[in-house]
T-cell receptor
């Protein structure tokens, strides 16, 4: 079946540093790709998404590009803030019985220090 | 717009006891999901409803887990009897309607953290 692999955390950065969180996927077909974020004590929130190859999703300074040739969807941000500290999940949407099903990676915890 | 509501937020039970979790999705959302998130892992889909019908329960351990959405609105997930390995966060999510096309955004509740001792 389809799967998502993302880099292990925790990732610890100083404020204003550049962030990359790697995500690769295995899928039959052409899934949509997502990044969800989970802040402490809260539910998952959609951060950004891309639905086809070469699409770039962006939100709140975060970006990720759907790379079909490398089956990747790496998350980047040019300058992180303390408020970006959270757990980030990469996910793909798999078709199952005519419906969409999200497959998540294990998550990467980001800690940003002042 | 109110988000996805879940209760309780925390529950501690002993193994072999039973427990139930409740979810109220965003108003008008036809599709509802229950996920299990074990510590250090990503959420895993347990069951998906479209209105009051089950469309995917392939990963639901049906010998001990059950779920219902009788009126196509709120939903209950039950575990009976619980095992130690059921300790996890149980997340509920909803989306407007899954028509099988491009996947639409799922909105998640805060989750219920279950500890089985």
């Amino acid at each position: 079946g389809d799967s998502v692999t993302q880099m292990e955390g925790p990732v610890t950065l100083s404020e204003e540093a550049f962030l990359t969180i790697n995500c690769t996927y295995t899928a039959t077909g052409y899934p949509s790709l997502f990044w969800y974020v989970q802040y402490p004590g809260e539910g998952l929130q959609l951060l950004l998404k891309a639905t086809k190859a070469d699409d770039k999703g962006s939100n709140k300074g975060f970006e990720a590009t759907y790379r079909k040739e490398t089956t990747s969807f790496h998350l980047e941000k040019g300058s992180v803030q303390v408020s970006d500290s959270a757990v980030y999940f990469c996910a793909l949407s798999e078709k199952s019985g005519g419906y969409n099903k999200l497959i998540f990676g294990a998550g990467t915890r980001l800690a940003v220090h002042p | 717009e109110a988000g996805v509501a879940q209760s309780p937020r925390y529950k501690i039970i002993e193994k072999r006891q039973s427990v139930a979790f409740w979810c109220n999705p965003i108003s008008g959302h036809a599709t509802l999901y229950w996920y299990q998130q074990i510590l250090g892992q990503g959420p895993k889909l347990l069951i998906q409803f479209q209105n009051n019908g089950v469309v995917d329960d392939s990963q639901l351990p049906k010998d001990r887990f059950s779920a219902e959405r009788l009126k196509g609105v709120d939903s209950t997930l039950k575990i009976q009897p619980a095992k130690l390995e059921d300790s996890a966060v149980y997340l509920c999510a909803s989306t407007i309607r899954d028509r099988g096309g491009a996947s639409s955004e799922q909105y998640f509740g805060p989750g219920t953290r279950l500890t089985v001792t």
